[in-house]
């Protein structure tokens, strides 16, 4: 059983930057992708980013320029670096995994996550 813990999310001034941080254990060798979702009023749960194991990405547009994600393959971990955030992005984030593959071609393709961490909150405040 995959298992994925997230950072503490915290507090953030509207502008500013933060990190989020997951880790994966348990059968992390399974794992093909890993990526960053929110809870938001719509469309509720939102993908935001997701990292493929031979590292190809993709985003949701409206994040794409702001957001990046990464992974350290050694430490079976996965961030997402946001900047410029602003308030209406304040909301629950989780990490998720799959055992596939998400992207082909930059393309997001797959979006049923297998394994979820149970979330952090992320407050941005005006």
């Known amino acids: 059983q995959v298992q994925l813990a997230e950072s503490v999310g915290g507090s953030v001034q509207a502008g500013g930057s933060r990190r989020l941080v997951c880790a994966a254990s348990g059968f992390s060798s399974s794992v093909h992708c890993m990526g960053w979702?929110?809870?938001v009023p719509w469309p509720e749960r939102e993908g935001l980013a997701v990292i493929d194991s031979d590292g190809g990405?993709?985003?949701?547009?409206r994040v794409q320029v702001r957001f990046t994600i990464a992974k350290d393959n050694a430490k079976n971990t996965v961030y997402l670096q946001m900047n410029s955030l602003k308030p209406e992005v304040t909301a629950m984030y989780y990490c998720?995994?799959?055992?596939?593959?998400?992207?082909?071609?930059?393309?997001?393709?797959?979006?049923?996550?297998?394994?979820w961490g149970k979330g952090t909150l992320v407050t941005i405040s005006s």
């Open positions: 998720a995994a799959a055992g596939v593959s998400c992207t082909s071609d930059g393309i997001w393709i797959h979006y049923d996550m297998e394994y």
């Open positions: 979702f929110h809870l």
């Open positions: 990405t993709s985003y949701v547009d």
